[in-house]
């Protein structure tokens, strides 16, 4: 007995002493893209099939990658890749290390930083996983499906958590919605004139590539700056295009076509899921901004739907930006659930940024208050490109439009801040005078009747909504 303890506690001094020896970690750069890609599993959930490979080293010697590895006494323990399409943004995807271990991932994100400083990189942006047609962007947030899917990496909710405590920010985020769907889930064409307009689908895929630049022509026109997360697109195009030719068919591409121009103003594009022939990604749409509000969305996914109800196709996922209402209400009128959310970050190395985001909004709060508006829109601005989800800075936006008389893009700006933040009282208290200042009285009575039923304790927005319409219409114009 006295031999056995005498054992244990050895044991447990050694396992002491042990933990007290200093771990040695360091970086080892990769440049040869055939290591680089047995490396790639380690930030990798989704599976690196052989039939993969062409598409994935296209991706790494267009881009130029390069792949940081940690090493951690002596064993390769954490992957991150990095690329680059122009001298300003630095890119990495890939991110992952052994057992989600938090320390792993601390030292893995203090050397993507330093190594993106040391080659005078402005910004830091992802994961971006290439080729993300098939890959994926984003860190997966906790609640998430951890299904298996083409586009959808998996990982633990630790990896945006630690990249938040190092101070990255949203650069984007997207919804995945996920549902079935049979010829009759489209009643919502009914009512648009379609007449001036044609639908395109082409039977051959090299009658598809002869529209390349028509395609890219009208995608990099009409998605928002936000939505093109992949640099160098045009560039990829030919590699996408052979992967949606391997697993698909190019009916599950449509296109719609201005009559009286000839021109192509529309696109909707369905990308194949390899691991689950029955399903589809519904990767973009793209609408030509003059040709928008007619329905040509519905009109396209009508046919798409049921081209891919042909193929055996019978269920899809829709990726839709958080701030994107109209996405939002398509997916939720077709019944599907959202399963997923995916989050890029981006994290600035430029000094001014390190400035706290509290600072940032009390100073455009006094350049205001100065009537230095101009200056106020200006650093807005800048935050809301690294802070889009903040409701604040839609607020401040929103006074800085409504001064300088547009008053539409002010209605958006508060719109937002009170999506973001449904409390907002002040945000609530703006849409409404800013409708009347457009002289819409009708819609801001609706938004304090809005306001108060979301928000039936506020006694200011109670007051607001008893009192403000009078108020203004004695006194005019105010704040």
Not at 329 to 339: A, H, K, P, T, Y
Not at 423 to 440: N, P, V
Request: hydrophobic share 35%; charged share 25%; aromatic share 12%.
């Amino acid at each position: 007995m006295s031999e056995h303890k005498n054992t244990l506690d050895f044991e447990r001094k050694m396992e002491m002493e042990v933990s007290k020896v200093p771990i040695v970690r360091k970086i080892q750069l990769v440049k040869e893209f055939e290591e680089i890609l047995k490396l790639l599993p380690v930030g990798m959930s989704i599976p690196l099939w052989p039939e993969f490979t062409k598409y994935i080293l296209f991706d790494l010697r267009h881009f130029n990658a390069r792949s940081l590895v940690l090493i951690e006494d002596g064993s390769s323990v954490g992957h991150v890749l990095v690329f680059y399409a122009d001298k300003k943004i630095l890119y990495f995807g890939f991110f992952g290390v052994s057992n989600d271990r938090k320390e792993r991932i601390e030292f893995l994100i203090e050397s993507l930083i330093e190594y993106a400083r040391n080659n005078g990189f402005e910004t830091l942006k992802g994961p971006v996983n290439v080729p993300t047609i098939i890959y994926g962007w984003g860190f997966m947030e906790q609640g998430s499906s951890s299904t298996q899917i083409v586009h959808k990496p998996v990982n633990s909710p630790i990896y945006p958590e630690t990249f938040r405590q190092k101070g990255f920010k949203q650069a984007l985020q997207e919804q995945s919605f996920e549902g079935t769907f049979d010829n009759s889930s489209f009643d919502y064409t009914e009512g648009f004139n379609y007449d001036g307009y044609e639908l395109v689908v082409f039977d051959t895929w090299e009658e598809l590539a002869n529209v390349k630049k028509e395609f890219l022509k009208l995608n990099v026109k009409n998605l928002a700056p936000t939505s093109v997360v992949t640099p160098g697109s045009a560039v990829v195009f030919d590699n996408y295009l052979e992967f949606i030719k391997q697993y698909g068919d190019p009916s599950t591409i449509v296109f719609t076509r201005h009559k009286t121009t000839n021109k192509f103003i529309g696109c909707l594009v369905a990308t194949p899921n390899p691991f689950d022939k029955s399903s589809c990604l519904f990767f973009t749409i793209a609408v030509n901004k003059r040709h928008r509000k007619k329905g040509l969305g519905w009109w396209m996914m009508k046919e798409l739907i049921t081209n891919c109800i042909k193929l055996g196709i019978n269920s899809c996922i829709v990726i839709v930006e958080s701030r994107v209402e109209g996405g939002r209400s398509i997916c939720e009128r077709l019944g599907f659930n959202v399963m997923r959310t995916h989050t890029v970050f981006t994290y600035s190395l430029k000094n001014n940024q390190n400035v706290s985001i509290e600072d940032r909004l009390e100073r455009v709060t006094e350049l205001l208050s100065e009537k230095k508006d101009e200056k106020a829109f200006e650093l807005v601005n800048k935050l809301l490109e690294s802070e889009p989800e903040n409701d604040r800075g839609w607020l401040l936006l929103g006074i800085a439009y409504r001064r300088s008389g547009k008053l539409n893009d002010a209605v958006k700006c508060f719109h937002e801040a009170t999506r973001l933040n449904s409390s907002m009282e002040e945000a609530w208290g703006l849409l409404t005078i800013t409708y009347l200042d457009k002289h819409q009285e009708k819609k801001a009575e609706e938004c304090l009747l809005n306001a108060v039923v979301k928000n039936p304790s506020s006694e200011e927005l109670k007051f607001y909504e008893q009192n403000l319409i009078r108020i203004y219409k004695t006194f005019g114009p105010f704040f």
